[in-house]
């Protein structure tokens, strides 16, 4: 089928909301999860997979633009076959919706960068649209009863395509398109995947491990990310399949994106039976209740032996802003927070760790630190009138000496619109500038102005203040 412009309603599996075109049976998972990109497909071992999930987007990377079918990536995920034993691979995709439209591309990759994909990686794809009754059932795949390797896009009916001839040793990457009813464009309602058919033996690649402890700030509860995904439904929701040095009770164990035990996930949320004090703890696992044990997708089951350290650590506690202070009313003064976080958000909409201020009020720090811990801080910033002046001395002495060198102006307050102007006897200008910091140093073009009376005439706006013109002399002398 042709690229859609279909409207997902993403839905935040955790808070499973609905949203219109979707029905409570429909997951979408948020964009850009790992199995969306080729190098990180999912590696399958035959048999009968299911996925209740719908995908959104390419994932982080658009790895195939286009097929010998025409279309290429779109709402996609990525699935592996390593072929172990030779023989024929064969597959139907079965959409829990019949109404649902798949699409899908066969690459070799055997020889193939994960990275960089093309279309001639493509041995086998199936575009076709799935009109009510052009795929019975909504069933598309591989048959040994098809003579078709590629079927294009816009096309209606040809629901298999050619089987493959695999050979042992061989990778091939299966991308799947998902999409909703051809009708009502919107999210799709999962499928299986069955490989059953297959005459070609399938090898896993590893078994699934701990990989690390997902950072975050709780003292009753744990995320832990796995080296693959896992099964959700070989997750034992007691948690008896963890156990915790020193010893910490568990309560249960539930996979993130799970769908009640459908699914895959590579992370496991693990809930404490208690509260338990910072400091450093060991996660184990085990096998649990009734024999459970954690499997890969392929079956494999987790190694028993690993653990993995993790840390509860200290929430942020206390004050970290400065304390309230008062400042002059045209003043800007920085708030700078006593300690380093990882993330800040002001109440002024910034989210640098300093902040300029210029006007009064009450300002507010959201932070959290690397182990998201997170911290909430106010400072309270009064304005005072503070008296405004500017000095402009009558005389200067420009002899290198390091006192009074120079001719300039002295502000009490921030100025503006400020530009000063000197003149010798003659009329004629020997120094001019817009600099409010800047002076004469008794110069013009590099040489030395005699002793003598000069004039003046120095135009500024102090804060909240109409412009001033003031004009007067000074008298250098060496």
Known sequence: MTHRNSTLCLILVAAYLALPFCSSAQ????????????????????????????????????????????????????????????????????????????????????????????????????????????????????????????????????????????????????????????????????????????????????????????????????????????????IAADGSEFTITPFVPIAGAIGINCVNTNGYTSQVSITLG?????????????????????????????TLSVAIPFTVPVPIQGKFLPPDTTKCNYSTISVIPARTFATYAWSNGQNTPTIAVTDPGVYTLHVADSNTCLGVDSISIRDSTCPQYVYIPTAFTPNGDGRNDKFKVTFAGPTNEFRMAVYDRWGRMVFETNDPFSGWDGTTSGNQQPTGTYAYICIYRLYQQSQRIQRGTVLLIR
């Open 27 to 234: 997951t979408v998972l948020p964009p850009n999860q790992p199995e969306q990109d080729a190098c990180h497909a999912l590696t399958l071992c035959g048999g009968k997979f299911f996925t209740p999930y719908s995908y959104s987007g390419t994932g982080h990377n658009l790895d195939l633009n286009s097929t010998p079918c025409g279309s290429g990536e779109d709402n996609s995920m990525w699935l592996k076959v390593v072929i172990a034993t030779a023989g024929d691979l064969v597959f139907r995709i079965i959409p829990k919706d019949t109404l649902d439209d798949y699409d899908f591309a066969v690459l070799d990759a055997t020889s193939a960068n994960c990275s960089s994909l093309t279309q001639s990686d493509v041995v086998r794809c199936n575009f076709n649209n799935n009109w009510p009754g052009s795929n019975p059932l909504g069933i598309v795949g591989l048959s040994d009863s098809s003579n078709i390797r590629f079927v294009p896009d816009g096309y209606t009916g040809n629901s298999f395509n050619q089987s493959i001839p695999a050979t042992a040793g061989h990778t091939y990457l299966i991308m799947i398109n998902n999409f909703g009813h051809d009708s009502t464009p919107g999210p799709s309602n999962g499928f299986t995947i069955d490989f059953s058919g297959s005459t070609a033996t399938f090898a896993s690649d590893s078994y699934p491990a701990f990989e690390s402890i997902v950072k975050q700030c709780s003292d009753s509860s744990l995320t832990v990310r796995m080296t693959k995904p896992i099964i959700c439904s070989s």
């Open 274 to 302: 208690t509260h338990i004090a910072p400091g450093q703890y060991v996660l184990h696992a085990q096998k649990g209740a009734g024999g459970m044990i954690i499997q890969d997708l392929c079956g494999y089951p987790m």
